[in-house]
């Protein structure tokens, strides 16, 4: 059982960047794969970027690459997702996710997820 909270959210003006994080309860977070998911308003929660447990191994979407940075600190059980250039259509709640398998993190089945955080972009 793994237990997620996201933080970090908040409104900024487009070209901003944040820190979003996501603090993982549990002693096996070192052996979970994680990934920040997002859903905009009226439209479906769509992958964003993902992490192996030992950090070796990313993945993210096309429209966020180069832009968004993941990473983790395994001793902090703590996933982070930089955020750079944002742009207003990146508004949308930001959701963390674990699972055991890398490729369920990617296809958008992991097991665990959080409950968001609100990113709000303005023009």
């Known amino acids: 059982q793994v237990q997620l909270v996201e933080s970090g959210g908040g409104l900024v003006q487009a070209g901003d960047s944040l820190r979003l994080s996501c603090a993982a309860s549990g002693r096996t977070f070192s052996s979970y794969n994680m990934g920040w998911f997002r859903q905009a308003p009226g439209k479906e929660r769509e992958f964003v970027a993902a992490?192996?447990?030992?950090?070796?191994?990313?993945d993210y979407s096309n429209p966020v690459k180069g832009r968004f940075t993941i990473s983790r600190d395994n001793a902090k059980n703590t996933v982070y997702l930089h955020v750079n250039s944002l742009k207003p259509e990146d508004t949308a709640v930001y959701y963390c996710a674990a699972d055991r398998m890398f490729a369920a993190v990617v296809a958008g089945t992991p097991g665990y997820w959080g409950q968001g955080t609100q990113v709000t972009v303005s023009s």
């Open positions: 992490i192996s447990w030992n950090g070796i191994n990313t």
